[in-house]
């Protein structure tokens, strides 16, 4: 092996017994890495970062590639997904839908653009306030959600299975915990 790219990991020897052997991993070898150019440094919050960083990259390519194989993006479902399980109308204005979308509200106008003109969403003015834009889910949208919505969670658990119910209800908590920490409180 490359001796630049070692798995040298601070903090692996003190396993309890019957722990399992650490996985070792592409940021193990990074922390290594900083670990002989500079020990002084602790650089454990770069292996938490990095960790969640390249985790999220990997389950998005994953994501990317499911929806590319039925002829949409990931923004395009989540979107429509979003309106799905808003309220009974499946309708929401616009800020609260780029609220919810995590996105900008010109960028949500081009979404929105472009899931109108495949039909899966309807744009109206709110009768009651002329300023305000209401999106809707069309009969088509919502039978675009509901039909990729098992295949999706499938792939989802496909990428999980690595970690046990334990394993994701405790990392589970603990994003929970890392989010609310960074002002992700919710949209309401």
């Known amino acids: 092996m490359n001796d630049t790219l070692t798995n040298e990991t601070p903090g692996n020897d003190t396993l309890a017994a019957g722990d399992p052997a650490p996985h070792n991993d592409a940021v193990d070898q990074i922390l290594g890495q900083w670990a002989r150019v500079r020990p002084d440094v602790d650089c454990s919050a770069m292996g938490v970062a990095g960790r969640i960083s390249r985790a999220s990259r990997l389950l998005e390519k994953g994501i990317k590639e499911y929806f590319a194989g039925h002829d949409i993006e990931p923004w395009e479902f989540d979107v429509l997904a979003t309106l799905r399980r808003a309220n009974p109308d499946h309708r929401l204005c616009m800020s609260d839908l780029a609220t919810a979308a ?35 889910l069309t009969g088509e949208g919502r039978t675009v959600v509901d039909t990729l919505l098992e295949g999706h969670v499938a792939n989802e658990e496909r990428m999980l299975s690595g970690l046990t119910g334990e394993d994701r209800e405790r990392l589970s908590g603990l994003l929970c915990k890392l989010l609310a920490s960074l002002g992700d409180t919710g949209s309401r």
Do not use: C, K, Y
């Open 102 to 136: 995590m996105v900008s509200s010109a960028a949500l106008t081009n979404r929105v653009d472009r899931l109108v003109a495949r039909g899966l969403v309807h744009r109206e003015v709110a009768p009651s306030n002329r300023r305000m834009v209401l999106i809707t």
